[in-house]
């Protein structure tokens, strides 16, 4: 067990746990940031996505000993009030069927905006290649990316 | 009552009570407000709310409370069955706020998710529901204004006296209303009326699931809770032997556990308990014989389907005489693995057993399953078990066992403490209750004039229960048919899957009826409705479909995907009546630089009337992508009783980039709606096997297929 300062979602968070704890476990069993999901555990499905300096990590695999002074961002510090483009977009084109998925979805989407804000649609389907919908809402998360690119 | 439990030190569930007792999960957000509207939370809702009926109250300030009874998997009923309640009410849906209720056997009946039938059962009492509430409004209103009940007319949310150009708002009615005796028989309104439902209607729960808030079982937090996990047997072993002296070195671990073959880590954090469980160090034994591997299941469906002990489950004319005058005689075998379900949420359930009775929260898709089995275990009484259902990340028919249920109740009455016990994906892998392994064998008689007169079909499953759907499409169409069906009680634990056993025989028979077709030298669609003929004009036996709506699904797919006038490309029919619904699909594959592509797949729909058209598309979508994924990516082997594809990196779950274009219609019949959770998923993977044999002449019969012999010179899932 160690203590670790930690900067997520623009605020400071002290907590004391096992080095090799993920980020993933950190947010939602230590400071109940439950938005992030678990699913695979293995950095295979995209579930647990957040952005760490604004690129797209997949938190299951992420020790808290790797973050250092790394900001960390959740979905539920994405936006004050569910407003960030991404989100919108994702409620304009209705893209979700069970749901679990979807904020690892929309965190992936919201990283490659960030980084190119008109991607085509090959960029977007490579950018979301990686993570998993077992529901199959494929052409709405794609059409809600490409909403979002536009309307921001 | 009013509580508010602490989830943990930065966040909080509230938890407000019904006027039963019940608990709710509340969020302040849930539900369909206009930003102009003041922000109520749940409970202060509730607590002003005056109910009509189990399904809705009404608040003074105009708020409608709509309770939705079933869990919401994804299936979209938390959207859909309010907007039928709120069509009868006359609602402002902008006003209405929907909230899951908790099991109640007295309120509600059938609070379960399964089998695509939540629509057909509760529309007729849904709309009741709004229709005697609007009545009572309406009656109040008249008694206010002193007018006759018959010059009053409703309009969202309110009650309007022509006249006079008066208009009562329901909030404004709320109290005295409540108070009108509940009328007996109130009329319905004219499907052609409808203004909610047959509009596409945002799910409920978006800003929820789209801001991180705690919806799902996994989210569940209490005060004092532990967290659990359970090593299990694999299939056909017991235990014999634990050291668990490593495990409960690792910091955070309160206890370890044994109970039936099971060994459940308990701790603080769900990592520790984690690292915990790999420290565990077991022993199992064979509880009898051989363990079952996939070798072991080839060698027993080919036992099975040449002998002689299957079960007869339709019998029509004389196969006998049919195959030994046929002309042509074809012949095929299909086969599928076993599959795991693998909703992105893995299994979970809160559970804390008290001397006073049970509390169980998480996802279930049948919640009086939990409820039964917490009794017992627990050994209290039914009564002093409370379940609330939270949003399930997925079901696929898993989340039909109580299995995990049963689990976190052992472990929670074992170490006496609140417990939220997980199944890691590993867990959900190696755990079973899959879809069944099945093998069928097909065999057509064509007599010198290219005529259907010999259908037999005989399906071996492992665990599968009846393997075949035997009055379906063929039957009544064919004169000399045979159904037959063999179960083998396999060690590997099955439970329904997404469309239960047609998930794999719409398949098979659907690529079958390809094979007969080009035997017959005919247009595959041509000759399914020369079938369809036959079942309308002179039916053998028993006829269990709707020929007619077979038959239009069936013209309508093959208009809207230009069936036989597309060049360069070859296309692929599939049709399937499952559920009470029809889908015919046409699936297009393209060859590019030698390879088959899956370009696009157009689907039509008859479901009756589509209560929610945005709802209904993902439905038909989700359940395509879903049918086209396993039949062409997935697969799962056994050794030594365990399966090998342990996580999503050997067990491969479709991507978007391997989905193609998918175009949805729906007949618009106005029929009383029909499920819509299952039904798409059927009919696609033999539209796909059916193209790929045109635009390669490689008849797939085996799933996956992208692991098929036929398809080894082919890469196939990319797009173009």
Redesign the interface.
């Known amino acids: ?1 160690a203590k670790y300062n930690l900067k997520i979602n623009g605020k400071s968070h002290q907590v004391d ?2 080095d ?3 980020l993933l ?1 950190v947010l ?15 950095a ?2 995209g ?1 647990c996505m957040v952005h760490v300096n604004d690129e797209a990590v997949k938190s299951c695999v992420f020790p808290v000993s790797a973050i250092g002074e790394d900001k960390i961002t ?3 510090g ?2 004050a009030d ?1 407003d960030h483009p991404v ?1 919108k977009a ?2 304009e084109i ?1 893209v ?8 690892g979805q ?1 965190m992936t989407a919201a990283a490659l905006l960030k980084k190119s804000p008109n991607p085509s649609e090959e960029d977007v ?1 490579e950018a ?15 059409e809600a990316v490409m909403l979002a690119s536009k309307t921001k | 009552m009013t509580t508010q439990l602490k ?5 909080f569930l509230k938890i407000a009570a019904t006027a039963s007792g019940g608990l709710l999960l509340g969020f302040h957000f849930t539900g369909c407000e206009s930003s102009q509207m003041k922000v109520i939370t749940d409970e202060e809702l509730l607590s002003q709310a005056i109910p009509y009926n189990n399904f809705l109250s009404i608040a003074p300030d105009g708020h409608v409370v709509i309770f939705s009874p079933n869990p919401e ?4 009923i938390k959207t859909s069955f309010p907007m039928i309640v709120a069509e009868e009410l006359d609602a402002d849906w902008s006003k209405v706020r929907v909230m899951q209720a908790f099991l109640d056997g007295e309120k509600y009946d059938r609070q379960v998710t399964g089998g695509s039938g939540a629509m057909p059962h509760s529309w007729e009492r849904l709309r009741k529901a709004g229709a005697t509430a609007r009545r009572m409004l309406m009656e109040a209103a008249a008694k206010r204004l002193d007018v006759g009940i018959n010059s009053l007319s409703t309009s969202n949310g309110e009650v309007i006296h022509k006249e006079s150009g008066k208009k009562l708002a329901y909030g404004e009615l709320a109290n005295e209303a409540a108070s009108i005796p509940v009328p007996e028989d109130v009329a319905l309104k004219n499907t052609k009326d409808f203004k909610i439902i047959g509009t ?1 209607v ?2 409920v ?3 929820a ?8 079982g ?2 569940i ?1 209490r005060e004092g809770m532990r ?1 659990a996990m359970v090593q299990r047997p694999p299939f056909g072993m017991k235990l014999k032997s634990v050291d668990d002296q490593e495990a409960k070195a690792v ?2 671990i309160t206890d370890v556990v044994t109970f039936n073959d099971n060994v459940a880590v308990v701790g603080n ?4 308990v ?2 915990a469980k790999r420290k565990l160090k077991i022993e199992y034994e064979p509880i009898n014989g051989e363990l079952e591997s996939t070798e072991f299941h080839n060698k027993k469906f080919d036992e099975l389907l040449n002998g002689s002990d299957a079960k007869v489950m339709r019998e029509d004319g004389n196969v006998q005489t049919a195959f030994r005058n046929a002309a042509k005689v074809i012949k095929s075998e299909y086969q599928c693995p076993f599959l795991s379900h ?5 299994m979970n359930f809160f559970a804390h057993v008290r001397a006073d009775g049970v509390e169980l929260v998480g996802p279930t898709q049948t919640p009086d399953r939990a409820k039964a089995a917490a009794a017992e275990i627990a050994g209290v009484a039914p009564e002093l078990v409370t379940v609330e259902m939270t ?6 028919g898993r989340r039909l066992r109580a299995d995990f249920v049963e689990e976190a109740v052992h472990v929670s009455k074992l170490v006496n403490a609140p417990v939220k016990l ?1 199944w ?2 590993e867990d959900d892998n190696t755990g079973g209750a899959y879809r069944p392994a099945v093998k069928y064998r097909f065999e057509a008689a064509l007599d010198a004039n290219n005529t259907l007169i010999g259908y037999k079909l005989k399906g071996v499953g492992m665990n599968a229960g009846n393997t075949t759907r035997e009055n379906n499409f063929p039957s009544g169409s064919v004169e000399n048919l045979l159904i037959e069906s063999i179960d083998y009680k396999s060690d590997i634990t099955t439970n329904a899957w997404r469309a239960p056993i047609t998930n794999f025989l719409a398949f098979a028979e659907q690529s079958f009826i390809d094979e007969v077709a080009e035997a017959a030298g005919k247009d595959p669609v041509q000759f399914r409705l020369e079938l369809l003929d036959r079942a309308k004009s002179n039916p053998v036996g028993s006829i269990h479909y709707d020929v007619d709506r077979m038959r239009i699904v069936v013209e309508m797919a093959a208009e809207k995907s230009g069936w036989g006038k597309k060049d360069g490309v070859a296309q692929g029919f599939s049709v399937y009546f499952s559920h009470r619904s029809y889908v015919a699909q046409v699936a297009q594959v393209r060859m590019h630089q030698g390879n088959p592509v899956l370009e696009k797949i157009y689907a039509v729909t008859d479901c009756g009337i589509v209560v929610n058209p ?1 709802g209904a598309d ?2 038909v ?6 049918g086209m ?1 396993h039949a062409m990516f997935t697969n799962m082997t056994f050794k030594q009783g365990m399966a090998e594809q342990k ?3 050997s067990y491969r ?5 391997e ?1 193609p ?2 175009e949805t219609h729906f007949v618009d019949n106005g029929i009383d709606p029909t499920g819509l959770g299952e039904p798409a998923l059927p009919p696609t993977g033999g539209a796909i096997s059916n193209a790929i044999y045109w635009a390669t002449g490689k008849r797939l019969r085996n799933q996956p297929f992208i692991e098929q012999e036929e398809l080894k010179e082919f890469k196939l899932g990319q797009r173009a």
């Open positions: 067990m746990v096992d090799d704890t993920p476990w939602r069993d230590h400071l109940g940031l439950v938005g992030t999901k678990y699913s695979c555990g293995i295979q499905c579930t959740t979905i539920e994405l936006s569910g989100q994702w409620e209705d979700a069927q069970c749901g679990y998925c979807q904020a929309i389907v979301m290649n990686g993570n998993i919908c077992r529901c199959g809402t494929y052409h709405r998360i794609k | 989830t943990n030190r930065r966040d998997l994804g299936q979209n596409p945002k799910n729960d978006n800003k699931m789209f801001t991180g808030k705690p919806l799902f996994l989210d937090y967290h910091a955070g954090s769900t990592w520790q984690m690292k693998s909703p992105m949420e893995p949003r399930l990340g997925g079901g696929f997980i890691s994906r945005t993902q439905q979508r989700g359940g395509m992508v879903d994924g996580n999503f990196d779950l479709i991507r978007m980039r989905v274009e998918i």
